[in-house]
């Protein structure tokens, strides 16, 4: 495939990608698209860029830094969308604008230390286990308003709202159950903090239903990027 044709297929995929959500979503406003582009090269995410996509969602963090070095120029809005560990916690504080991933308490307080004064607070999120998946990252439901007030205590962070990765069910319905208790738990946590406005749930095969059911925020990959 040549670069004009790379270029002509991304702006398609984004076009269609934008349709898709503007059909979905609420009259009274458009969920945030996040492109997630882990495994893709910074040549690609350049590409998207020059179409007006700005938010970026990376799994990996020593994978985003380099993409990041990079593409420096462009100042882009990255999101770290991955487990955290803890001894990577001062890399993302750093360098990202969003965590969408904290999950246990021990998290709070070095990105609270290494997040930068010269930075505005970073945005988080509360990645929940919503399916109870051995295999997940999340905290569990009932641990969300324990998390959510040692953030509000910290300076440097700023509670968002939610996020989960529902288990991959072939039975819509079954996804569908998950997105509804997703916003039910985020409407919950509306009532008891401020700035709580994001609700990110929903991927590639599923980014419709999860918007019918109050997502704010859609986490695109293959879709977009295609194939892996």
């Given at each position: 495939m040549t670069?004009?044709?790379?270029?002509?297929?991304?702006?398609?995929?984004?076009?269609?990608?934008?349709?898709?959500?503007?059909?979905?979503?609420?009259?009274?406003g458009l969920p945030q698209l996040v492109a997630v582009s882990k495994k893709q090269s910074a040549d690609a995410i350049r590409g998207l860029a020059a179409l007006g996509q700005r938010a970026f969602g990376?799994?990996?963090?020593?994978?985003?830094l380099a993409k990041q070095n990079e593409l420096r120029d462009l100042k882009l809005e990255w999101h770290n969308i991955g487990p955290l560990q803890s001894n990577k916690c001062r890399e993302v504080a750093e360098?990202?604008?969003?965590?969408?991933?904290?999950?246990?308490?021990k998290l709070i307080?070095?990105?609270q230390l290494y997040r930068p004064p010269n930075l505005p607070a970073l945005n988080v999120l509360i990645q929940v286990n919503i399916d109870d998946e051995t295999s997940k990252s999340g905290?569990?439901?009932?641990?969300i308003e324990t998390l959510a007030a040692a953030i509000g205590k910290s300076a440097r962070l700023r509670l968002r709202g939610l996020?989960?990765?529902?288990?991959?069910?072939?039975?819509?319905?079954?996804?569908?159950a998950a997105f509804i208790r997703m916003h039910t738990l985020f409407l919950t946590l509306q009532k008891n903090h401020d700035d709580i406005d994001?609700?990110?749930m929903?991927?590639?095969?599923?980014?419709?239903?999860a918007i019918t059911l109050g997502a704010t925020m859609v986490r695109i990959g293959s879709a977009l990027f295609g194939a892996r």
């Amino acid at each position: 495939m040549t670069s004009v044709d790379s270029a002509s297929a991304q702006k398609n995929s984004l076009d269609e990608i934008r349709r898709r959500i503007s059909a979905a979503a609420p009259i009274h406003g458009l969920p945030q698209l996040v492109a997630v582009s882990k495994k893709q090269s910074a040549d690609a995410i350049r590409g998207l860029a020059a179409l007006g996509q700005r938010a970026f969602g990376e799994n990996y963090v020593q994978e985003a830094l380099a993409k990041q070095n990079e593409l420096r120029d462009l100042k882009l809005e990255w999101h770290n969308i991955g487990p955290l560990q803890s001894n990577k916690c001062r890399e993302v504080a750093e360098n990202f604008a969003w965590l969408q991933s904290l999950d246990r308490a021990k998290l709070i307080a070095p990105l609270q230390l290494y997040r930068p004064p010269n930075l505005p607070a970073l945005n988080v999120l509360i990645q929940v286990n919503i399916d109870d998946e051995t295999s997940k990252s999340g905290c569990a439901p009932e641990l969300i308003e324990t998390l959510a007030a040692a953030i509000g205590k910290s300076a440097r962070l700023r509670l968002r709202g939610l996020m989960a990765i529902p288990a991959p069910h072939a039975d819509p319905e079954l996804r569908r159950a998950a997105f509804i208790r997703m916003h039910t738990l985020f409407l919950t946590l509306q009532k008891n903090h401020d700035d709580i406005d994001t609700l990110s749930m929903g991927m590639s095969e599923d980014f419709e239903l999860a918007i019918t059911l109050g997502a704010t925020m859609v986490r695109i990959g293959s879709a977009l990027f295609g194939a892996r």
